[in-house]
């Protein structure tokens, strides 16, 4: 259950959460995601067949996103949860105590959190992984936001997060995201050779990001392949 959240708005939580999507879809998982912005909606447009559009303050939604995981465990989960719905998700996480219940049934949380350009962030960032220490925490660095480093302040609190990964979105020109953002369109279908219209230097751009983005994914599966490895004394 992959949680993409952030404090700030239109920073790249979604954008990350189609990308996680399509690898998972890619590597032969079967993923379901998440719509937390109801009633607007946005990366249920991009999958109409894998997707629930939720209210995460509302009961019924609640009822939706929890009981659906719970049922149906054996299955990858992506939550694009809006920044204005950061609170209240972690406040109904820990009111049904939902992280032992998952534990139970062995799902594992993980957090990854798209970081903004201000110092707040950094520190939102540092509070979060410090209440959910037991799960997977990822700060997910996207270049179009900027650095958030550059006090001394920013910098020492980032230090203290400690996360079990950092991924990097390289910047992304706007004509590029522009044809990126427009649902349908899927990254998997682009890898396929579909969207042949577009122009031959903005799929160069495109097929750059995309190579950078999922080769960090591959990576990161791997280190966690050879770890499960190193604990079972095979290698």
Request: include cysteine; aromatic fraction near 8%.
């Amino acid at each position: 259950m992959i949680v993409v959240c952030s404090d700030e708005a239109r920073n790249g939580k979604t954008l990350t959460a189609r990308l996680l999507m399509d690898h998972l879809l890619m590597t032969g998982h079967n993923p379901h995601v998440f719509d937390c912005d109801d009633p607007r909606g946005r990366i249920n447009r991009f999958y109409p067949d894998r997707s629930t559009l939720i209210g995460v303050e509302k009961t019924s939604g609640q009822i939706r996103l929890f009981d659906k995981i719970l049922a149906e465990p054996d299955r990858d989960y992506i939550i694009d949860l809006p920044s204005h719905e950061l609170d209240a998700f972690f406040t109904v996480i820990d009111d049904l105590d939902f992280i032992n219940a998952a534990h139970n049934a062995r799902i594992e949380m993980v957090i990854a959190y798209v970081l903004d350009q201000s110092a707040t962030s950094v520190m939102t960032a540092r509070d979060l992984r410090g209440a959910y220490a037991s799960e997977t925490f990822y700060l997910i660095r996207n270049a179009h936001n900027g650095n958030p480093l550059v006090t001394r302040q920013a910098r020492e609190v980032y230090e203290e997060i400690e996360p079990d990964a950092v991924f990097s979105l390289p910047l992304l020109d706007r004509e590029a995201m522009a044809a990126a953002e427009e649902p349908p369109f899927s990254f998997i279908e682009f890898q396929d050779g579909i969207y042949t219209t577009l122009p031959p230097s903005l799929r160069l751009r495109l097929r750059s990001f995309l190579s950078e983005v999922f080769g960090q994914f591959q990576r990161r599966e791997l280190s966690l392949d050879l770890g499960s490895l190193k604990k079972m004394g095979l290698i």
